[in-house]
């Protein structure tokens, strides 16, 4: 009994040790593991330093380019601002920018970000994977932050959009913020007349 388990334990332990350099060479034939990236070194079996080509990424629409214009609103006495205005992008292309914010009060406060869209049917193209507008943020007195907005458009847009606006508002949570300006003047109260009898 104690021959056969160890001829099993020694079978399992041998099936482990070449799983790995069957599995490479599995990946290598039908290129299964290397999809993410357009061209790469691929070791181990005799490829190490040869050249493997790979498809392009088949979802980015090279034939057009979009314009995305960043903005930043600050509703409080903080700096916010995006790390550059515009960039062009091709629809299923990645892209990351960056936007900076400082706390320039003398108080720990805690803030969020809102998106907007211009024009509004972006909004449902506009894929966001990374943003700082997913969570709430505390920053200390004076600190600085940059944050990633890291997206990709869905090249399913419509081909008459050629510039979205991506615009965050940033707000401070729980704080005290301003009313909004109404735009109408105030009246001044006069005496009271009675009607005329």
Sequence with gaps: MVGKLAVVALG?????YVLIP??????????INILSLSERQVPGNG???RDVKLPANSQVDKSRTITVEFDANARGPWDFKPAQRSIQVHPGELATVMYEFQNVQDRRMAAQAIP????????AHFNKLECFCFSQYTLEPG???EWPVAFVIDPRISKDVTTI????TFFEVGGRTPAAPTGEAPVAAGPKQEPAS
Excluded: D, N, V, W
């Design 22 to 31: 069957i599995y490479k060479h599995i990946c290598e034939l039908t290129g």
């Design 47 to 49: 490829t190490a330093g």
């Design 12 to 16: 399992m332990f041998a099936f482990g």
């Design 116 to 123: 907007s869209y211009a024009p509004r049917q972006a909004a």
């Design 143 to 145: 600190e600085k932050r």
């Design 165 to 168: 606006t991506l615009s965050y």
